[in-house]
C-alpha cells in the first residue's frame, strides 16, 4: 500500500510509515491536477496545508482510505465527500495543543507588560519606565471559547497564575473543575477581562468577532486569536480597539491569511490591516503558534500512531 506525501513533515512520519510498512512517495512541487492524476494509486494521503482537497480531487482518490492532516484544522478538506467515500480524516490537535497554550500565553504577558513597545524604545536609547508600566495577570478573569485540545492546555497553563477561568463550548458539557468553570457565552462577554479563542473554522465560527460580539461586552477586554484568522472580523476588532471595548488583541492569525497559511496577500495592504501594524495596542505573530520544534514532531508521530491504529496493513 502507498501513501503520498505533498507537505513537508517531520521525518519521524516517514520512518514510521515504512515501519508500518508502508511504501512512501514524497511529491511536493507538482500542481494539484497533476497530483490529482496520480492519486487514484494511492491508499493514504499527508498533507498540511498546501492545497485543498475539494470534491473534485476526492472524487479521484478512488482507493484512497486515509488522509492524515499533521495539524489541527481540517478546513481544506471537503469532509462530507471524504466521509460518503468512506475515507478516515486523521488529525493531530494532541501534538501541537501545548505549543498554541505556550504562544497565547507568552503574547498575552507581552502584550500586558508592554514589552514589545518597551523593547524597542530601549533599543533606541530611550529609558521610560513609567510609560511602561504594566498589568498583571493575576487577579483577572480569563475567558476561553473552545474547550477542545487547544482550549483546554491553554486553561492548563493559567493555573500556575491566580485567575479566575470561565470555559465556554457549544458542543461539549460536564468539563469544569476546581478551576475551570463551565460558563455561557454571556457570562464570558459579561465578565471576562481576557478572551481567548479556540475554535476551528467553520461556517458556525467565520466572523465569530463581530460588531455584534462586541456590543455585548460588558467591560474592556484583550483578545486572543491563535485558531483561525477567519474567526475574528477585523473591522469589528478595530472598531472595539478604538472605542475601547477592546483594550488590545494578540493575533497569531488574521483574517487575511490564504487557506495555505503560508501567505496573506497580494498586492496593496488593506487599511484594516495597516491600522493593525500601526497600533501599540496589538501584538502580531505570523501563524506560528502551533509551530514548534517539539510540536512538529509531536503531530507527526500522532498521525503515524492514528494510521497504525486503522490496522490496514
Known sequence: MKVLIVDTVDPILHTGLKELGYEVMEDYQSPVDELKDQIPEFTGMIIRSRFPLNADFLKKAKTLRFIGRVGAGMENIDKATAESMGIKLLNAPEGNR?????????????????????DAEVRKGLWKREANRGYELDGKTIGIIGYGYMGSAFAAKLKGFDVRILA???????FGDAEVEESSLERITAEADV???????NGETIGYLNDDFVDKLQKPVYIIN????????????????????IKGACLDVLEYEKSSFENMFSGNIPEDFRYLLESDKVILSPHIAGWSYESNKKMAQTIVNKIAALNLL
Do not use: C, W
Open 195 to 201: 478572551i481567548s479563542f479556540h475554535l476551528p473554522q
Open 98 to 118: 501545548n505549543a498554541v497554550a505556550e504562544h497565547a500565553l507568552g503574547m498575552l504577558l507581552m502584550l500586558l507588560n508592554n514589552l514589545r513597545i518597551a
Open 226 to 245: 491563535t485558531a483561525r484568522g477567519k474567526i475574528v472580523h477585523t473591522s469589528a476588532l478595530i472598531r472595539g480597539l478604538q472605542s475601547g471595548k
Open 168 to 174: 465556554y463550548d457549544k458542543y461539549l458539557h460536564n
